[in-house]
């Protein structure tokens, strides 16, 4: 369906943040009419603890970390959403990647 829109919300640290934007772009994500690489972020605090066998990014498996990280947000039309999600997957720097996707009425 092409015409229905998404929300795509993913956390993501702050070195990582042009790397995952440029690879949902080039996907086709972020167009709003006649504009395009289009979203909007904002600092935040990420949590976690990896369990055992995990690799953590950052901090170490087993420990609560706590970490800086942008919340960022963009649109998606409803034919893109699947390669979309697979370039912020292929380009995210984390083992486990916190995203959301939202149907927009």
């Known amino acids: ?16 943040l042009d790397a995952t934007r440029d690879a949902v772009f080039a996907a086709g994500a972020g167009v709003i009419g006649d504009y395009e690489r289009c979203s909007w972020y904002t ?13 953590p990014t950052i901090g170490e498996a087993g420990r609560e ?8 947000e963009t649109v998606v039309r409803g034919d893109r959403v699947e390669a979309v999600v697979a370039a912020l997957l ?8 916190a995203y959301d996707l939202y149907p927009l009425a």
């Open 43 to 55: 600092a935040g605090i990420g949590t976690f603890q990896g369990r055992e066998g995990t690799e």
């Open 90 to 97: 292929a380009t995210h720097p984390y083992e486990e990647v």
């Open 1 to 16: 369906m092409t015409r229905r829109r998404h929300k795509l919300v993913w956390f993501v640290p702050e070195d990582a």
């Open 65 to 72: 970390e706590r970490t800086p990280e942008l919340r960022v």
